[in-house]
């Protein structure tokens, strides 16, 4: 993609304040003094197989990104693919209407949308949130010492390939769905609270490749302690049995390089922190002198969060035990 997108016409306007080139979250524009448009849009096929659950976690995850700028979302547009001839309206009823909820729960007015006939179901969201110019997160701002936060645990893509395959039992189904549903918008509360030096979103890059874009943009590198990463139930196992997506296992060979992972730390390890996330929680850098108040502020606001290493000089990412 950054092929594609280095032989684009830079977009340049001096209330440009965050463009695409920075990998960073959201598109974000300046308005006046005190007011910038926070925009971004993602949709994507069904992880799930309920309808309902599907649109609900296609909105947590397309509004992620402005909780992850510090913004405050305002408004969205559906985006939807649907075989109109091959399925029943009322799945896509059920699809608009988790959207529809999720999107309430957001705060976000839904303005309209647009569909295409489509062969395979596709849903999702462009959303617009609002920020202080001032008061915005990128994922630049990280330095030395930072702690690193993370505020969901890893493996969505490993269980959600295991629904697929037929693999995985409800009460895990159950779980892994709630999770993804789960919005950001508290996690991103107690960052408010408590101040954070850069902010970012785990996606689909993974844990390592989002946290790849934060300390390039910041200049830094960081030092991962795997046993304290917050994992899935039978993440680790699924890895183990070889039930990974293509896309977890695209992450992994594309930051391999640029990460040192401690002998121990074998291939089922190293694919679960590349596992490419859908709606995955917030990826912090704070202070070492807050990090203590960030974590009280965040289970405080009911989120399951933890503190997973730290950033360091030079540019690599270091994985140990
Ligand atoms: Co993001
Ligand atoms: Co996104």
Redesign the pocket.
């Known amino acids: 993609m950054a092929q594609v997108l280095g032989q684009l016409p830079r977009s340049t306007h001096p209330d440009l304040l965050v463009g695409f080139e920075t990998s960073d979250?959201a598109g974000v524009f300046r308005l006046n003094a005190d007011t910038a448009l926070v925009q971004?849009v993602?949709f994507f096929t069904p992880m799930v197989d309920d309808p309902y659950d599907f649109g609900q976690i296609a909105v947590a995850n397309a509004v992620s990104?402005l909780y992850a700028m510090g913004a405050t979302p305002l408004t969205g547009l559906n985006i939807v693919g649907f075989p109109l001839d091959e399925l029943p309206p009322s799945v896509l009823v059920a699809i608009l209407r988790g959207g529809a909820d999720k999107a309430a729960e957001a705060g976000l007015t839904v303005l309209g949308g647009h569909t295409v006939d489509d062969a395979e179901p596709k849903f999702g969201m462009a959303v617009t949130g609002l920020v202080h110019p001032a008061r915005i997160w990128t994922n630049a701002g990280g330095q030395v010492g930072d702690r690193l936060v993370l505020t969901k645990p890893l493996g969505t893509g490993l269980l959600t390939t295991a629904i697929k395959r037929d693999l995985l039992d409800p009460e895990l189904i159950a779980l892994v769905t709630a999770q993804m549903a789960t919005l950001n918008a508290a996690a991103a509360h107690a960052v408010r609270a408590v101040g954070a030096h850069a902010v970012t979103d785990v996606?689909g890059f993974g844990l390592l490749g989002h946290l790849l874009e934060l300390t390039r943009a910041s200049g830094v590198g960081a030092r991962l302690r795997f046993s304290d990463i917050p994992l899935l139930p039978e993440a680790l196992s699924l890895a183990k049995q070889d039930v990974v997506p293509g896309g977890t296992e695209k992450n992994l060979a594309h930051v391999k390089s640029r990460v040192d992972f401690v002998p121990g730390l074998n291939l089922p390890e190293q694919l679960v922190l590349a596992d490419a996330q859908t709606s995955g929680g917030l990826l912090i850098a704070v202070a070492p002198g807050s990090c203590a108040a960030l974590l009280e502020q965040l289970e405080a606001d009911g989120v399951q969060a933890a503190e997973i290493g730290e950033l360091i000089p030079g540019e690599r990412l270091e994985v140990v035990l």
């Open positions: 979250d971004t993602d990104d996606t």
